[in-house]
């Protein structure tokens, strides 16, 4: 079946500094998913990419499908103590199933 | 518009125990999934609806989990009985049935098995 491997499992970092973390498959998919949860609660969609190559952005967040669509980053800057959290990408493949494929997330911690 | 409602947000039960979650999704959307989630994870798929149809169960452990969406809207993941290797979030999701519509998750139930 279908592995994404999302790195880093875990970063601690300074208020105000940039994040990167990205997620790679074993397979090619036609969609790429970025949510963020918080303890207690439902993962709570970021930003949802739809093509090879493409740059999206939500307020300090910006994600990017990958070229060869088995790839792909988000980047948080300017961090604030709200943005800990865990962050997962998820990727649906472009076959019959359909099924959206979940990484096993990143756990960010903002130092004040 | 209102979010995917679960219930209940957390259930404590015995091991050999029936347990019970309900889902109702965002209104309007035709697919539903529930999911697990172990913890420090991601969430897996156990099942999905598009509508009152399950298009893929190949991750529900037939021998104790079931499901139902009967009217297309609201759906009930059931496990009997339950074992202590069941406890996790178990969350559902709606989406709109089109291959590019993100899915919009509900708060979960946490089970715990003892």
């Known amino acids: 079946g279908q592995q994404l491997n999302q790195s880093p499992q875990s970063m601690f970092i300074q208020e105000g500094e940039d994040v990167s973390m990205n997620c790679t498959s074993s397979s090619i998919f036609n969609t790429w998913l970025w949510y963020k949860q918080d303890p207690g609660e439902g993962p709570v969609l970021l930003i949802a990419?739809?093509?090879?190559?493409e740059l999206t952005s939500n307020g300090r967040l910006t994600a990017q499908f990958g070229i060869t669509r088995k790839d792909s980053f988000l980047n948080i800057s300017a961090s604030i103590p709200s943005d800990v959290g865990i962050y997962f990408c998820?990727?649906?493949?472009?076959?019959?199933?359909?099924?959206?494929?979940f990484g096993s997330g990143t756990q960010l911690t903002v130092l004040p | 518009e209102a979010g995917v409602v679960q219930s209940p947000r957390y259930k404590i039960i015995e091991k050999k125990q029936p347990v019970a979650f309900w889902c109702n999704p965002i209104s309007g959307h035709n697919t539903l999934y529930w999911y697990r989630q172990n913890l420090g994870q991601g969430p897996e798929l156990l099942i999905r609806?598009?509508?009152?149809?399950?298009?893929?169960d190949s991750q529900l452990p037939k021998d104790r989990f079931s499901a139902e969406r009967l009217k297309g809207v609201d759906s009930t993941l059931k496990i009997q009985p339950a074992e202590l290797g069941d406890s996790a979030v178990y969350l559902c999701a709606s989406s709109y049935r089109t291959d590019n519509s993100p899915l919009h998750f509900g708060n979960g139930t946490r089970l715990t098995v003892t």
């Open positions: 609806y598009e509508n009152e149809e399950a298009v893929d």
């Open positions: 998820a990727g649906r493949d472009s076959g019959s199933a359909r099924q959206l494929t």
């Open positions: 990419l739809y093509k090879a190559g």
